[in-house]
């Protein structure tokens, strides 16, 4: 796979997308994995951002290089990703949060179609290496000390990319987790798309193949074979204070993996 500055890789071109391993493999597989993500995908795109190259080409690219390898571990599906490409104008995506796996796979399955970024935590931003990258990208930053200005930051920050045409994907759980708790699922994506005038595109995920480590929480064992799952669901305008468009989307996110932890099981 070549890079080509000012060329968008598109890896996800239709509404549904499936890629299976082409064999099982003798070597463990977080250590395969990681070793090959570390010095590939991941020290080439943090050498871009200290040269303050990591544009939206670069950032794709090496979301896609990143997925390329994934796959050669994983089953990788993705359906629904037209609710998220046919729209008119920019959304809200708001979906739930497992790993680390879905913030790597989503800007080269989004941001061909549309400009896209992130609500991070902060530590994410402050990292070594990965700070710059996560920078670059001009998410909007929230503490995660105080719920009420990370509201403000969200809603005034995310009103402005919004009418600048940039959709926004937020995890509303507090923490990544295997389960998902509608009581730690709060409602700042809703408030943000209301205020702003502008749908939600619900989004269930199950990326529990990519566990969360003891030591390093973002790179735990990576489970060979668990399919990885992305499904988007159909736009929703928010009418009033949103509180049945939210109770829409926690249901669909909770019945599209109950669907699925009874095919795959749930790695613990």
């Known amino acids: ?33 990681y070793s ?12 871009k951002a200290a040269k303050g190259k990591c544009d939206d080409y670069a950032w794709v690219w090496a979301s896609d290089w990143l997925t390329d390898i994934l796959e050669d571990y994983c089953p990788l599906e993705a359906c629904g990703l037209d609710y998220f490409r046919k729209l008119d104008g920019p959304c809200v995506v708001v979906a739930n949060h497992m790993s680390t796996l879905e913030t790597f796979v989503l800007p ?5 179609s549309r400009p896209v ?6 530590s994410l931003v402050e990292m070594p290496f990965f700070g710059p990258v996560m920078r670059s990208r001009d998410p909007l930053v929230v503490g995660r000390k105080s719920p009420r200005e ?17 959709s926004i994907v937020v995890f509303p759980q507090s923490t990544r987790s295997l389960e998902f708790d509608i009581r730690h699922f709060n409602t ?13 595109v619900p989004l269930a995920l199950k990326t ?10 973002d790179f735990g064992r990576i489970r060979r074979g668990m399919p990885v799952r992305f499904r988007f669901g159909a ?7 949103g509180k049945s468009e939210h109770a829409a989307i926690c249901d669909f996110i909770s019945s599209t993996l109950a669907d699925w932890q009874a095919q795959d099981g749930v790695n613990k």
Not at 36 to 46: E, K, N, Q, S, V
Not at 108 to 112: A, D, F, Q, T
Not at 150 to 166: F, H, P, S
Not at 192 to 200: C, D, E, F, N, S
């Open 208 to 217: 529990d193949a990519w566990g969360q480590g003891k030591i390093i929480r």
């Open 36 to 47: 090959r993500i570390f010095a590939g995908p991941l020290a080439w795109l943090c050498h």
């Open 235 to 241: 736009p929703i305008e928010i009418q009033g204070n």
């Open 108 to 112: 080269g399955m989004l941001r061909p």
């Open 188 to 200: 700042i994506g809703v408030k943000l798309a209301q205020r702003a005038g502008v749908p939600v």
């Open 117 to 122: 970024t992130f609500v991070v935590k902060k």
């Open 150 to 166: 990370d509201l403000a930051t969200v809603i005034n920050g995310g009103r402005e990319m919004l009418e600048k045409d940039i």
């Open 1 to 33: 796979m070549k890079f080509t500055p000012g060329e968008m890789r598109v890896k996800f071109p239709g509404d549904t997308y499936s890629h299976k391993p082409a064999g099982a493999g003798i070597v463990p597989a977080a250590a395969a994995m």
